[in-house]
């Protein structure tokens, strides 16, 4: 009761010093301090003022003028360990430690059995690091207060950053006898355990926190990944059926349960229990889209796999009809099994929904291509380009589309306003050189044509769609022969298998003069493919014609315009049965 006395007498204090209290003048002195009426103070007195005074301050966050009041009500009273473990607190506060060690050990050997005194002092040797000192506290604490569980709860902190697991254990056990079986001090012996490298005690740990909670799905959840993990598949089976029985809603035990049975080889089963998950409309979309990423990972190597996703795809727009996501993953699967237009079709949806989305338009951009439907490209790019105006991609597509619907001027617009967007992309910047060549021979601006191609062999100068198309407009110009020779042999060595090759370089040579070679050449493009084109036969066709096989050479031409893809002269050549260029 002492301690209570002394503090109710300075909180009397602190109110007569807040409403300005005269009746004492106040000095700084070792000793003593005058009253008006000239009596003197007596060191005691002198000691509450100065601790009073250092309180209201510490209160107010002033914590210098605080120390100073602390230090000098110490020595007013050398024996105030009150004032310790004030000037302590705030020389820690200043990261001033070893004083405030200092005094936490001069207040603990005047007051050896204040608890807070140790609990403070144990602080200390915590931050700085010495827990061999802080678990000494504890240790000392738990033999005044045997029960107190939140001193074994500092004590085991302790012996764990010491590495003495074995102590941990005991104080652990310890509190269990005090409070029973509890997750926190489960988990954390397990977790020991695991360290000591005695998994069958930390699995013991986590069966005994189960069979104390038998109706608490998450600790069988534990346990199933547990055994999981050390391959005890049925025990693990055994686990998630008994959570299914608990909560049979839980969307996640379904997951779990599709990843054991995918793991087992039995992908209908899984395929079952996954399509029971994402069903649920309580399970978050972004962690079913995180599920189904593994399931298409593995549609890469596993038919069986990929022939489900479009399934698992369709469950998740059935269940999310306002989401983007599900239509985007199946437009994926879609275009990945190669039906772009059902792919084109998912990711407009998706794009309805959320058109902010780049991926989403990119993949859109690429379906148009492949489905050759350059009206939609055109117009689905200037859309792309107008919310994304930094991207160069959909500048690309854009100038593709004008330039497939015969709009040059916008085509090569759109490919010079692109190409400054271009960053650390050799390979895209090429394709803009390329197809601005295309463009710019469109337009008849020849000299531009080449400089564009020029730029384009540069970059890459084993491009053998630039070569190809490079020579066989030079070749059409009839200019640098020789040189359109050189790349057509080459992209012809590239890409030997490409018929639209080997046609370029029969043609340069054609143009050369060089028939005979021309021929032989194209009648490798006619041998190499089951459909040729309407213009290798008519190529073939005038080839002849100039060999002075003109009856062959009117038989080809029919069959180019049979074939289609023939020449706007083709209908000239056959009922004048002369060659016209």
């Known amino acids: 009761m002492k301690n209570q006395h002394r503090f109710i007498a300075i909180f009397l204090l602190l109110i007569a010093i807040a409403f300005g209290c005269q009746s004492a003048k106040k000095t700084v002195s070792n000793t003593k301090v005058q009253e ?153 012996k397990q977790q020991i355990y695991n360290t000591l490298g005695k998994p069958e005690k930390a699995t013991a740990e986590i069966e005994k926190l189960a069979a104390a909670y038998p109706f608490e799905p998450r600790y069988q959840a534990i346990l199933a990944e547990i055994y999981m993990n050390r391959g005890q598949k049925l025990k693990a089976l055994e686990a998630y059926n008994k959570i299914n029985e608990l909560d049979p809603n839980d969307p996640y035990i379904h997951i779990s349960l599709s990843e054991y049975y995918r793991q087992e080889g039995d992908i209908e089963k899984a395929y079952e229990e996954l399509l029971i998950a994402l069903a649920n409309p309580e399970l978050d979309i972004d962690m079913k889209v995180q599920v189904l990423v593994f399931w298409f990972e593995g549609a890469e190597v596993n038919p069986d796999l990929k ?28 275009m990945d099994n190669k039906d772009f237009e059902s792919a084109n079709a998912n990711y ?34 200037r859309r792309c380009l107008n919310l994304f105006p930094v991207q160069p991609l959909p500048y690309l597509f854009n100038g593709i589309g004008c330039y497939q619907n015969e709009k040059y001027p916008e085509a090569l617009k759109s490919l010079e306003d692109g190409r400054k967007f271009v960053v650390n992309n050799d390979n895209l910047l090429g394709e803009f050189y390329n197809y601005t060549g295309e463009v710019q021979q469109k337009l008849g601006n020849f000299t531009a044509s080449s400089l564009a191609y020029d730029k384009a062999l540069i970059i890459n100068p084993k491009n053998s769609v630039v070569l190809n198309n490079y020579a066989y407009y030079l070749s059409l110009r009839g200019e640098q022969l020789e040189k359109a020779l050189e790349m057509a042999q080459k992209a012809t060595e590239l890409d030997p298998a490409n018929n639209s090759n080997i046609d370029t370089y029969a043609w340069v040579y054609y143009k050369l003069g060089r028939y005979e070679d021309a021929l032989r050449w194209l009648e490798k493009a006619i041998n190499g493919t089951e459909n040729p084109s309407g213009t290798i036969f008519e190529h073939y066709g005038d080839i002849l014609y100039k060999l002075n096989r003109k009856e062959e050479a009117l038989s080809w031409w029919q069959k180019a315009k049979d074939a289609g893809e023939a020449s706007k002269l083709i209908d000239k050549k056959i009922s004048d049965k002369m060659l016209y260029e």
């Not at 005691?44 to 209201?56: I, V």
């Not at 607190?89 to 005194?117: G, Q």
């Not at 022939?307 to 437009?331: C, F, M, N, R």
């Not at 859109?364 to 689905?380: C, G, K, P, R, Y």
């Open 307 to 334: 022939e489900k996703a479009i399934g698992i795809a369709e469950v998740l727009i059935q269940t999310h009809p306002d989401s983007p996501k599900g239509y985007q993953i199946l437009g994926d699967v879609l």
């Open 36 to 188: 008006t009426s000239g009596s003197v103070i007596s060191p005691e007195r002198m000691n509450a003022q100065f601790y009073a005074l250092g309180l209201k301050e510490r209160m107010a966050g002033n914590n210098a003028k605080a120390i100073v009041y602390f230090q000098q009500a110490l020595e007013s009273k050398t024996d105030d360990h009150a004032s310790m473990y004030e000037l302590s607190e705030l020389f820690a506060r200043e990261n001033r430690i070893d004083e405030a060690l200092v005094m936490m050990k001069n207040a603990i050997s005047l007051a050896p059995d204040n608890t807070w005194y140790k609990i403070r002092i144990a602080q200390i040797y915590k931050f700085m690091g010495d827990y061999e000192a802080y678990s000494d506290v504890y240790r000392q604490l738990l033999i005044q207060h045997p029960d107190n569980t939140e001193y074994y709860g500092e004590l085991s902190s302790a012996l764990m950053l010491l590495e003495k697991y074995d102590e941990a254990i005991g104080v652990f056990n310890q509190i269990e006898t005090q409070i029973g079986v509890n997750e926190a001090l489960s988990l954390q």
């Open 348 to 381: 407009l949806q998706a794009i309805e929904i959320d058109s902010s989305n780049y991926v989403l338009w990119e993949n859109l951009l690429f379906t148009d291509i492949n489905l050759q439907d350059f009206v939609s490209l055109e117009d689905h790019s």
